[in-house]
């Protein structure tokens, strides 16, 4: 841990991808720091690059300029594609990621249980509805007890039941000290849990909006909207 400074730094990060006539700039210089205990909801619409600044935080993706520091190895992720074998059972799975990051199986299991996945350790992974999935990648981004944190959209396709119980980790893992940061498109349970909003429009980060400023006269929702011009 990193006392009283950041996990996690990005200073005027560009990425440009090469289109099949003209580049794609999909970041334009964008700067933030993550700190322990924060959770950091970050928030635009598709296409904005909320994905490629994850996976440049995970070093998946190189940079086009800019300065990306990571100060801790115990990252914990859940990106867009999925990471475990559809295949394989759970308890395959787990086992396998288990020995991979030299975690007991049976706090792998113990993951497992806080999201609600642990009675279906013996089912395959491809019979699993995409709520399931969610909650079984995030269990998995969890097994390193991950002082980073970076969620991809984890509330994609949860019922309500199934988004109370991420917050409920999301809340654990902040307090425990864990620096997290989720994008999402989803504004109300943003609200709940977040403590500032990093606002992304067309590579470029519009706001920087700490949580105690999100009111019941001032919306997520309206400041969402103002700062994205609609």
Known sequence: MVPGGSLAELRDVTKVFRGKKNPVQAL???SFSLAPGELVGYLGPNGAGKTTTVRILLGLLKPSS?????????VGFVLDVPSLYPQLSLRD???FYARLLGVPFEAAVAKLEQVGMAGHLEEKVETFSL?????AELARALLNEPELLLLDEPASGLDPEAQAALRAVLEQ???AGAAILVTSHDLYNMQLVA???LFLKAGRIVGDVPASEVTSSQTLEALYRERMGG
Do not use: D, E, H, L
């Open 66 to 74: 800019g300065t990306v520091m990571v100060r801790t190895q115990r």
């Open 173 to 175: 893992q902040r307090a």
């Open 131 to 135: 709520g399931m999935k969610k909650r």
């Open 93 to 95: 799975n787990f086992r």
């Open 195 to 197: 403590t500032r909003f």
């Open 28 to 30: 334009g210089g964008i």
